[in-house]
């Protein structure tokens, strides 16, 4: 019974922080998705929970092969909005695919279509009493024969940050910050956080693959790393779930 009395501050304190915990709900393409744990492909939401609060549910709604203009067409959109409650947040990060203007499925403008379908975005979580949090795309690993890394998203991610700037919404700069980090590790150094599988190494990779877009585990954990670290400097609501 002393024990219990002892408990009972400590009790009082914590029930509250758990039933106030939020969702982190993510929208995008397969760069960060959820992959099956038996090849080796990891998206980089796949990571973002270790860096949270026990208490934080992640609900990674991203999809391989999906532009904003798919993942509304497809309904998964109002899906996710339809599981919204207040106090949540979406994490939303597209372009990968909104860029293949051959398909019309997925292509959008990135001056026009693609950023009102962000507008979207923030307008319907905003309206469910949730935070919308928009990320640039993270890059390609492209290297030039000098070795300076070669972007390859064109104008969408200018378009990412004028609309955060315009619905005053925070932005985790990740095309900026995976910029970095690429260069830093140079062209050979970073194949190793990627698809670079070599032949017989995998079971259900047998010919082997050279993928410079999706990451294997590493990668995944240092860009939610340097999601992280995004998150801790330009989004101060969910930075407060982040681990000490």
Not at 48 to 70: E, F, H, I, Q, W
Request: hydrophobic share 40%; charged share 30%.
């Amino acid at each position: 019974m002393k024990n219990l009395t002892r408990l009972l501050p400590l009790l009082v304190l914590l029930v509250p922080t758990l039933l106030a915990a939020p969702k982190v709900f993510l929208a995008g393409d397969s760069t960060m998705s959820d992959k099956p744990l038996d090849l080796p492909e990891r998206g980089w939401g796949m990571a973002l929970g270790a860096l949270l609060d026990p208490a934080v549910k992640v609900d990674n709604r991203a999809m391989n092969g999906r532009s904003t203009k798919s993942f509304i067409d497809e309904g998964r959109w109002t899906k996710l909005t339809g599981d919204l409650s207040t106090g949540d947040f979406v994490i939303i990060q597209f372009a990968h695919n909104d860029e293949k203007k051959e398909d019309p499925r997925r292509y959008t403008d990135p001056a026009t279509s693609f950023r009102d379908n962000l507008r979207r975005f923030i307008a319907e979580t905003r309206a469910r009493g949730a935070t919308p949090i928009l990320a640039t795309p993270v890059c390609r690993r492209k290297f030039d024969r000098e070795g300076k890394l070669v972007p390859t998203h064109g104008a969408y991610p200018e378009a990412v940050r004028a609309v955060a700037r315009e619905e005053k919404t925070p932005l985790l700069e990740l095309e900026q910050a995976t910029a970095r980090w690429l260069q830093a590790e140079g062209d050979e150094p970073s194949r190793r956080f990627f698809m670079w599988i070599a032949p017989g190494t995998h079971p259900k990779i047998p010919d082997g693959r050279k993928d410079d877009t999706h990451f294997v585990a590493a990668g995944a954990e240092a860009v939610a790393a340097l999601a992280a670290a995004e998150i801790r400097s330009q989004a101060p609501a969910l930075a407060r779930w982040l681990r000490k």
